[in-house]
């Protein structure tokens, strides 16, 4: 392995690493006398319970240090070039249904950044084809045990999948699949489904070849692809009704009944979308097999439901008086509408009403509150009564900072509303104390996300 030296550009607080005197601008050389490629390799070498690392000072003066330390316990060290410690690996395919191909100029410049890369379905969850994935890379997988991946299938049909990726090894990469299977890596997976392409019989395929994968690949989620306004020159695609949602969730129904008796696990999965589509109330909590595939939007309703009745079960209610509005997406508006009642029943002074933002933007098909842009906000909000806040959910902000899609920032939009925005987080509990507590009493806190919006996303709810 070429040597590689990595350096530090954060040395947290309190830390293992601000013990032994390292500081932003040292170079990590090595691990046990290791080469470093990436965060695989640094994991894995970190996972011992006495380390020797090699540093490289500025100026070229190298320490060893012997570190003692529990097995799985962190330096507390962060490198240049993110959690990968390497350049993020770009997309080849040029998928029929990819979302960044339906974006319109002037948004943030990461988000137009193709990522397909096995390291962040590793570290935070994305979704990979195996085609950008080198023999090399299956291996280091499969030697240093890291799982779930995450894959897009797609279609298990290998020249349509080639279709659909528009790349002619993208059936070929399905091999890679059964090293991984053979190794017994816990997988998960996607199918983005396009209407007239690998629906029906092609799902049927799909879902009968991936299931003889199970349970090592643990979970498959079937979503159906987002689409913009902004598809002029791509691959004709129509949008799903209520009829073809109907079939999809039938289809669904009769494999995770096999599976059930198979395995004891549901494995195939529908997102929320094709439920609200089909104008069915969404499974029950026991259907979703622990939540597999949260960021697909498969059972983030039924948790986030789930979550607040287990919070107001903990309240005793008051009479306090509270005012205020929601805004979010088509998708989820009636049910944090529905939401909104249940906390009324314990606190009937708070008045939170529920506005539904249309995604004037991307175009009406887009439904989701994560691609809901700042400019959409400001310009159905305005002249609207919003009481002492404005509560938003923490997708439509980017993760680390508080901008929307179109690089407005919150505090812009604060400002032309001329109200006090709450940024609400994921869970039940946060939806319950953004609603019944001051503005003041909600701090900023999300989860830390990777920007790009992946090929397959049509963002969260």
């Not at 070429?2 to 601000?18: C, G, Y």
């Not at 195939?268 to 259907?287: G, T």
């Not at 009403?353 to 691609?371: A, D, H, M, P, Y």
């Amino acid at each position: 392995m070429k040597l590689r030296k990595h350096m530090i550009s954060r040395v947290l607080p309190d830390s293992i690493a601000e013990e032994l005197g390292l500081e932003p601008g040292d170079r990590l050389v090595s691990v046990n006398g290791q080469p470093v490629e990436d965060v695989f390799d640094y994991r894995y070498l970190m996972n011992e319970e006495l380390v020797v690392l090699l540093v490289e000072k500025p100026d070229g003066e190298e320490w060893e240090l012997e570190v003692e330390k529990e097995y799985e316990e962190d330096l507390g060290i962060e490198f240049e070039n993110g959690g990968l410690m390497d350049d993020y690996r770009s997309c080849s395919n040029k998928c029929m249904f990819c979302f960044i191909d339906q974006m319109p100029p002037g948004m943030r410049e990461t988000l137009y950044f193709k990522d397909d890369d096995s390291r962040l379905s590793f570290l935070q969850g994305n979704y990979v084809t195996l085609t950008n994935m080198s023999e090399k890379d299956i291996e280091r997988v499969i030697r240093y045990h890291l799982e779930p991946i995450n894959i897009s299938f797609q279609a298990m049909n290998p020249e349509l999948r080639c279709k659909m990726l528009h790349n002619r090894f993208a059936g070929k990469a399905l091999d890679k699949v059964d090293m991984l299977y053979n190794a017994g890596i816990t997988m998960n997976g996607q199918i983005v489904l396009c209407k007239g392409v690998n629906d029906g019989d092609e799902l049927e395929y799909s879902l009968e070849k991936l299931s003889a994968y199970a349970p090592v690949l643990q979970s498959v989620s079937v979503v159906p692809v987002g689409l913009t306004k902004y598809r002029k020159g791509l691959y004709p695609l129509e949008p799903f009704n209520k009829e073809d949602a109907e079939k999809v969730l039938g289809q669904i129904a009769r494999w995770q009944k096999s599976m059930m008796e198979k395995y004891g696990i549901h494995f195939i999965h529908a997102s929320d979308e094709w439920y609200i589509l089909a104008d069915r109330e969404l499974p029950c909590e026991d259907e979703y097999d622990g939540y597999l595939q949260l960021e697909n939007g498969v059972g983030m309703l039924r948790l986030l439901e789930t979550e607040i009745k287990e919070t107001l079960e903990g309240l005793s209610g008051d009479d306090r008086k509270v005012t205020g509005r929601i805004a979010t997406g088509k998708l989820a508006a009636p049910f944090i509408a529905r939401y909104i009642k249940e906390i009324q029943k314990k606190y009937p002074n708070v008045q939170i009403s529920v506005t539904t933002i249309e995604n004037r933007f991307f175009g009406e098909k887009i439904t989701v509150s994560g691609l809901i842009t700042g400019q959409d906000l400001k310009e159905q909000l305005s002249g609207l009564d919003l009481g002492e806040k404005l509560l938003i959910p923490c997708s439509m902000l980017k993760g680390d900072e508080e901008i929307f899609l179109t690089n407005m920032t919150l505090e812009e939009l604060s400002e032309a509303l001329n109200t006090e925005i709450v940024i609400v987080d994921t869970g039940g509990r946060d939806l319950v104390e953004a609603v019944i507590y001051p503005p003041e009493h909600k701090q900023t806190r999300r989860r830390q996300i990777y920007e790009q919006t992946s090929s397959s996303d049509s963002g969260k709810a």
